[in-house]
T-cell receptor, first 115, second 114 residues
Framework: DAGVIQSPRHEVTEMGQEVTLRCKPI?????LFWYRQTMMRGLELLIY????????DSGMPEDRFSAKMPNASFSTLKIQPSEPRDSAVYFC?????????????FGPGTRLLVL | GENVEQHPSTLSVQEGDSAVIKCTYS??????FPWYKQELGKGPQLIID???NVGEKKDQRIAVTLNKTAKHFSLHITETQPEDSAVYFC?????????????WGAGTKLIIKP
């Protein structure tokens, strides 16, 4: 298996632009997580899907952030408009079942820089 | 809400020696405690986990202990090797109704000196 696939791996954009991050979870996994990692705040859960349905989006910073999972093999995280403070590494992770108490398999991350 | 504190933030040990990283959590309802290793430029990877009905778990050179009364858990790596150099994260589960997430420690940078 190829593991969790994220694209792009690096993104540099200017403040105010729309950014879309993409994730393909491991085939057969039912749960998907989006995380943000920064030096200041560490690893933060943004949103968690189970069977393509958002279960917990309490970590989504504000309305500028939105996430979708149209099918079991694809998810997007969109930031519109982007701001310099959104600069971070964004990880997608998947797990086999409900996501509770299970191993989370992380992708390689997307390093986002907003100028 | 749940809070996870991790110490130390940096740990430097001689190759072959043991390393211990400690975490404390605040929510007595937490029941799942994983440890992840993150190498430079990669995503975190699970190395071992423990559930609240177990006090200790071992996998080759890695072991985790859990003290539910004191609300702390520790990662022990014996006979350290250069490839153990990485950032290690502890986490504790938090469930609130249908919401579920892992609350992560701040990480420990482990440096293995040759």
């Amino acid at each position: 298996d190829a593991g969790v696939i994220q694209s792009p791996r690096h993104e540099v954009t200017e403040m105010g632009q729309e950014v879309t991050l993409r994730c393909k979870p491991i085939s057969g996994h039912n749960s998907l997580f989006w995380y943000r990692q920064t030096m200041m705040r560490g690893l933060e859960l943004l949103i968690y899907f189970n069977n393509n349905v958002p279960i917990d989006d309490s970590g989504m910073p504000e309305d500028r952030f939105s996430a979708k999972m149209p099918n079991a093999s694809f998810s997007t995280l969109k930031i519109q408009p982007s701001e310099p403070r959104d600069s971070a590494v964004y990880f997608c992770a998947s797990s086999p079942g409900t996501g509770r108490g299970e191993t989370q398999y992380f992708g390689p991350g997307t390093r986002l820089l907003v100028l | 809400g749940e809070n996870v504190e991790q110490h130390p933030s940096t740990l430097s040990v001689q190759e072959g020696d043991s390393a211990v990283i400690k975490c404390t959590y605040s929510d007595s309802a937490s029941n799942y405690f994983p440890w992840y290793k993150q190498e430079l430029g990669k995503g975190p990877q699970l190395i071992i986990d423990i559930r609240s009905n177990v006090g200790e778990k071992k996998d080759q050179r890695i072991a985790v202990t859990l003290n539910k009364t004191a609300k702390h858990f520790s990662l022990h790596i014996t006979e350290t090797q250069p490839e153990d150099s990485a950032v290690y994260f502890c986490a504790a589960s938090r469930e609130l109704g249908s919401n579920y997430q892992l609350i992560w420690g701040a990480g420990t940078k482990l440096i293995i000196k040759p």
